[in-house]
């Protein structure tokens, strides 16, 4: 298994991992506010955008080890879906430094002691969904990750820009995907991450509950959650500016030397 990584920037590196059915492409803003201070490595998923191997495997274990492979030491950024690869690699390996998570936990369904999540039949709704309308249930995805935010119009816009720009991805890595994130829970796990961590959630977030992010952060040692005021499931495009900056300075804990944005 070989993974499209696109490497731009310098300084500390930081990887970044997309959610489902996009590509790394999605963290373009991110790109752009922070590639003068860190280097980027933004990552395409088994499946998706550039990583077009014809029997994409989305196996957790697997995926992490391949991107420890061909990525240095650094922090590890996961959205959504790529917060449990980073969170993986993490717990496997000390060349994760620390880990940021955006609208992501370590369990995405809800159970009876893991109350604000979705319920398991949402991602299984969509896996029927994708069989009689591939891109309809995308871009129906695409809307469940804006809605609620206050910059819900131009998020949505941007994620319709990018979701194909690299081409379709394909069916079977996102039943994969859907089917990791029904059934994955890291949660008992979390007591022996030995980084920092840092939990960024959307206060408006209809997929991944602000309050399960702060329950998942409360679980790990030296970690903090932040709450995005007006944010939606994707908030570093509609809020990149406060994202950026948190990013940073979380960075800046463990290199300090490097400069902080400016207000």
Sequence with gaps: MTLHIEVTGRGPALVLIHGWALHGGVFAPLVERLADRCTLYCVDLPGHGQSRDPHPSLQLDACAREL???VPAAIWLGWS?????ALRAALLSDQVQGVALIAATPRFVRAHDWPHAVESSVFHQFGQD???DFRGTLERFLALDTIGSSHA???????????????????EALQQGLHLLETCDLRADL???RVPSLWISGQRDRLVSPAGMRDAAALAPWSHHLDIRGGGHAPFLGHADEVARELLEFVRTLHPEVAPLSP
């Design 81 to 85: 879906l790529g917060g449990l690869f």
């Design 130 to 132: 994708l069989q009689r």
């Design 153 to 171: 119009r131009e998020e949505l816009r941007s994620l319709k820009q990018t979701l194909y720009a690299r081409g379709e991805p394909d069916a």
């Design 68 to 70: 420890l492979a061909q």
């Design 191 to 193: 007591a022996d991450l």
